[in-house]
């Protein structure tokens, strides 16, 4: 706060004094000459004019970093519009924590039947799984053998993991593309079985079909510790929005002692429409689960952009902000130009100038100064845009749409912050223009 007041009365100190010293280095002769004539010169410039303009170059520039809000406002809504894999749309993710409410491993597979069985009976509902992790809420990984594949020296297997219930791929829109998905077949006292991802079929099966490898974590007994592949799966983002689609793993949840902290429900109509139905049949069906919020399947993925939308708008304020006051800098300026030369354009409307000509007489000068501040501040913005090439996501630190668009909306305010002065100049009576001065 304290330098928050020192840094403000310091700019006003500094810009309250140069005028002021300007002014008394104003020789007092030329001075009155001035005022009688209300021009300078022959060029007609008032006097202080050409500080205004610098100031308002200034502004300018620091205006035109508008253009890197732009960037990230569209890198924004690239990320808003990426494709996840999942029904975004029409599924809603539950929170629950079994673990600290008492339950035991051993009780874990009917508790999650009398949650499904529950929750399935919302009108609306198509379908309920339970996973343990949830979209973007989730980073568990962990190096695995592949039946049969010998990777290079130097070759990380790395796969992400997730233990879902059988359900899980229809109701978060995941479709099977080669084998099947989890089923009545498979329970605790049956063979291990896993479903893999596109991307991981593709990396160690190339040109075969995974069904019926086997994968193990850490044992080269597949036997004892295999997990059969019995289908692929579409690749899904499960890191954040960002990332590609990496390896992953599904393993049947009642063959795990992991416990499942996500409630996927897959509805006909809109999600948000039946939260509390869904927060109410969670309680009836297990009153000792603790439950957690609800959202939309939608809303988690948006939240988790939470940084990207906070520097995209900060940005955008800011930028608005400094549009905001170099457009009022320059409609002053322009404003005080055409006080100053009252005489001068009275004497050009009475010698029978257009006014559209007198309008573009005061509209060029007022560009000339932002032109001079967009040639100091697109540099800026290039370095800055350079600078915050990593945040950027599906744009590039010189999108061509962003440059056009943040130069466009700087001339296209600044001409219409000049034309109301120009404007009201061209309207001058001639007569009344020179009685005046």
Known sequence: MSLTFATSAATALAFGLLPAIRGTRVP???????QSRGVIGVEGRAAGIPLGKILVAGQMAIAILLLVAVLFMRSLQALVNVDVGFDRDHVLVA?????????????????????????????????????????????????????????????RMETRKNWVTSDYFETVG???????????EDSATTRRVG????????????????????LSWGSSNFDADGYEIVGVVEDARYNDVRTESVNMTYLLATQSDRY???????????????????????????????????????EGIV?????????????????????????????????YAVRRRTAELGIRIALGANRAAVQWLIVREALLSVLLGGAIGLPLAFTAARAAAGLLYATTPFDPVAYGTAVGVLAAVSACAAYIPARRASRLDPMIALRME
Request: proline content about 5%; overall charge positive; glycine content about 12%.
């Open 260 to 298: 499942a902290n996500h409630v996927q429900v897959r509805v006909s109509g809109e999600p948000a429409a039946v939260i509390n139905a869904v927060r109410s049949a969670l309680r009836e069906s297990e009153p000792r689960l603790a439950i957690g919020a609800i959202e939309t399947l939608d």
């Open 95 to 155: 929170r629950i924590d079994p673990r600290s409410s008492g339950y035991t491993v051993a009780e874990l597979p009917a508790l999650y039947t009398r949650v499904a069985d529950g929750v399935g009976r919302v009108p609306g509902v198509a379908a309920v799984s339970l996973s343990w992790t949830g979209a973007f809420t989730g980073r568990n990984r962990g190096n695995f053998l592949v039946e049969g594949y010998v990777p290079a020296s130097a070759e």
């Open 303 to 335: 939240r988790s952009m939470g940084v990207e939308r906070l520097l995209g708008w900060l940005t955008m304020t800011f930028g608005a902000a400094a549009l905001g006051l170099a457009c009022l800098g320059l409609y002053g300026t322009v404003s």
């Open 28 to 34: 007092l002769a030329e001075s009155l000459k001035e």
């Open 174 to 184: 995941l479709a099977i593309t080669q084998g099947r998905a989890f089923g009545a």
């Open 195 to 214: 479903v893999i991802s596109e991307t991981m079929a593709r990396r160690y099966f190339p040109n075969q079909s995974p069904i019926g490898r086997r």
